[in-house]
């Protein structure tokens, strides 16, 4: 018997399908980031920078991250009968089988199901769908009601929201939240936590505890980023030479562009990893400084910029109607305990 596996699935001994826990992980990236509004080449990207590979052990490509996104198996959903090579490919037909719930999914659903409307309309929208909505709280938000994702969404052409998957589809009360107040909420409450933490002695112990880790894998890390380095130098290479030969387009202007981004955040790894290597522990005036500076990025305009530091900081938001929980880490260590704001603290209009 043959088994055609798709990637984040295995087989048990009773040809059962089982979620493969190594690749589950990359496959619900995917859809987090295309539902947070990051185009295929920004989730290539991200996965290939990971060092993530497909099972023939090559690099993610627009094809496959397609693919991914409309696979109805990781929601649950088994069928056989799509079209083959005598009818159009993914097209299905009458005699096909489909069972929902067939086994367990890697994707909620409801996700799976709004990604798929997303997907047609940025395809009728054409060349129209180019504005890029920067989400600052992408991925953190999550309902302390129903346990589902708050996901980014234009509400009209004047404002945009986060709002719960679960409400989206009728089964939960929580409803959404305007996208610029609880920004606001969120780095008000970073920069007050970030502020506590000049000069505190605890925190540069326990920050320390973690930086031997760090410390002892150093050569291992560097060797790793300078891979990576490597890789993309030959592919920024390539493209140079296709458009030395006359073969310019802007596809590849793009591809380049994205390249020169990837070895940006690479040099900026291994700068820190021998950083980290020529110095055994870290002072109170190490962690002082970063701190300040992670504060004035705050106020940048860039917002890009505004997100890389929540989302360094700012693990996890969980949104009930009378609570925001914000919690914090450094250094991967808890600041914050979960710290609460209770209702009546955000402004009166922040929910819809």
């Known amino acids: 018997m043959v088994v055609l596996l798709h990637f984040g699935y295995s087989v048990d001994k009773d040809m059962h399908y089982i979620i493969n826990e190594q690749e589950a992980p990359i496959i619900r990236l995917i859809f987090e980031m295309y539902i947070n509004n990051h185009t295929y080449k920004e ?10 590979r497909t099972r023939n052990n090559k ?49 909620e659903p409801e996700i799976f199901d709004i990604i798929q409307i997303k997907m047609k309309g940025k395809k009728h929208m054409g060349g129209t769908y180019k504005a890029k909505q920067v989400y600052l709280l ?4 999550k309902c302390g009601i129903c346990g589902s994702t708050y996901a980014g969404a234009k509400k009209n052409d004047y404002w945009s929201i986060y709002e719960c998957m679960g409400h989206k589809n009728g089964k939960c ?35 320390n505890e973690k930086y031997k880790v760090f410390y002892n894998n150093t050569e291992t890390d ?39 981004n990837e070895k940006d955040v690479i040099n900026q790894e291994i700068f820190m990893i021998k950083s980290i290597s020529s110095k055994e522990k870290v002072s109170i005036e190490d962690i002082n400084k970063i701190i300040l500076e992670d504060l004035l990025k705050l106020d940048s305009s860039d917002l890009e910029v505004v997100k890389n530091i929540i989302q360094k900081y700012v693990t996890e938001i969980i949104i009930t109607p009378s609570n925001i929980d914000i919690k914090i880490v450094i250094g991967n260590i808890s600041i914050t305990g979960g710290d609460t704001l209770k209702q009546g603290s955000p402004p009166p209009n922040v929910r819809l």
């Open 59 to 107: 690099e993610f490509g627009l094809n496959s991250i397609h693919d991914i996104l409309v696979n109805q198996k990781y929601k649950g959903t088994y069928f056989f009968g799509y079209g083959n090579r005598s009818k159009k490919r993914g097209q299905p037909n009458e005699n096909m089988v489909i069972k929902e719930n067939a086994f367990e999914a890697i994707i």
């Open 222 to 260: 560097l060797e790793i980023a300078n891979k990576k380095l490597a890789s993309i130098n030959t592919k920024i290479n390539n493209i140079n030479k296709a458009i030395i030969d006359g073969l310019y387009t802007p596809e590849l202007k793009e591809e380049m562009n994205i390249l020169q």
């Open 43 to 52: 989730i290539c990207s991200e996965l290939n920078l990971r060092g993530y």
């Open 173 to 207: 009360d929580n409803t959404a939240i305007k996208k610029e107040e609880i920004e606001k909420i969120v780095i008000a409450e970073l920069k007050k936590k970030l502020n506590t933490l000049i000069n505190d002695t605890d925190l540069l112990n326990k920050v």
């Open 138 to 141: 992408s991925g953190l938000i």
